[in-house]
């Protein structure tokens, strides 16, 4: 079973950074980092495929946030810069081993982390 366990969530304030890490143990042709906070839907933050490490992003993370991939430690990170407090959230990785589009429609991603949590707080 394809397992995804993401850690590095904390506490940060306005305008700091963090990386998250997501540990998986076999390679998936695409993956992504997701966000849920409290009383909103799930949100794709950033993707990456095998291909050529394709990236995408949505507006409110472009330019603060980078996803990249090690498939040979299998593992994929969120570098997140100038970090604000509507970056509250839950932040999930996950995976398929499919095409997936630059929408992030999370009904792509197969195998999903349980998740770690992210607080931006003065």
């Known amino acids: 079973e394809h397992q995804l366990v993401e850690s590095g969530g904390d506490v940060v304030q306005p305008g700091g950074t963090l990386n998250l890490s997501c540990a998986f143990s076999e390679y998936s042709y695409c993956m992504g980092w997701f966000r849920q906070a409290p009383g909103k839907e799930r949100e794709g933050v950033a993707l990456?495929?095998?291909?050529?490490?394709?990236?995408d992003y949505p507006d409110s993370t472009k330019g603060r946030f980078t996803i990249s991939r090690d498939d040979v430690e299998n593992t994929l990170n969120l570098q997140m810069n100038s970090m604000k407090p509507e970056d509250t959230a839950k932040y999930y990785c996950?995976?398929?081993?499919?095409?997936?589009?630059?929408?992030?429609?999370?009904?792509?991603?197969?195998?999903w982390g349980q998740g770690t949590q992210v607080t931006v707080s003065a």
């Open positions: 990456i495929r095998g291909d050529r490490g394709y990236t």
């Open positions: 996950a995976a398929t081993r499919v095409f997936c589009g630059a929408a992030m429609n999370e009904g792509e991603f197969t195998y």
